[in-house]
Structures are given as structure tokens and as C-alpha cells.
């Protein structure tokens, strides 16, 4: 049984922080290839980081230079540092596992309001 749990969501200011973590079980993380998606009302679920197995990293271009994407394979787990947070960045965040074949987590609210 494949499972991913995020937590760490919340609502934040608008320039405030959140740390995003995905706790991964069931599979050998240190050869998965790790993402975090996003989806908004009304938008379609999006691709926010990636971290391969190598450790490189990709972001979407409307979150470089403020959100960091991270692993620690001892941990089996994820994260996403998200910093100068904008009302935009409001969505549920997806944790994915692929190596492919891709795994979801149930996902976890991120509100950025004032």
C-alpha cells in the first residue's frame, strides 16, 4: 500500500510562510521522483516543484525565487518551503510520487488572505 500524507497548510498573510510536508510510505522514495501540484476553483491541477531522484529540481515560473522544494530520503519525505506567499498561491496542495507510475496524496489547504 502506496500512501502520501501532507500536512502543514494553513491560512497565512499575504508575504507570509508555509512549510508543505509529504510523509511517503509503501514504496522505495529514494528512486521516486517527487512533485508537488496544486489546484485552485475552477483551475486545473497544476505543476508547482519537482525534485528527481538525482536531486534536481524544477519549478513553475510563477513560483521561482520563492518557493524550495526539498527531500530527505531518510525521512521518505517532501517538502515545499513557500515564502512571499501571494492570495494566488491559494489552492490545495498535491504531493506526487512518480517513477512511472504515479501516486497522489489526499492533499492540504493553503489559504493566503488578509
Known amino acids: 500500500q502506496v500512501q502520501l500524507v501532507e500536512s502543514g497548510g494553513g491560512l497565512v498573510q499575504p508575504g507570509g510562510s508555509l512549510r508543505l510536508s509529504c510523509a511517503a510510505s509503501?514504496?522505495?522514495?529514494?528512486?521516486?521522483?517527487m512533485s508537488w501540484y496544486r489546484q485552485s476553483p475552477g483551475k486545473q491541477r497544476e505543476l508547482v516543484a519537482t525534485?528527481?531522484?538525482?536531486?534536481?529540481?524544477n519549478y513553475a515560473d510563477s513560483v521561482k525565487g520563492r518557493f524550495t522544494i526539498s527531500r530527505d530520503n531518510a525521512k521518505s519525505a517532501v517538502y515545499l518551503q513557500m515564502n512571499s506567499l501571494k492570495p494566488e498561491d491559494t489552492a490545495v496542495y498535491y504531493c506526487?510520487?512518480?517513477?512511472?507510475?504515479?501516486?497522489w496524496g489526499q492533499g492540504t489547504q493553503v489559504t493566503v488572505s488578509s
Open positions: 509503501g514504496l522505495t522514495f529514494s528512486v521516486y521522483d
Open positions: 506526487n510520487a512518480n517513477n512511472g507510475n504515479p501516486h
Open positions: 525534485i528527481t531522484r538525482g536531486g534536481s529540481t
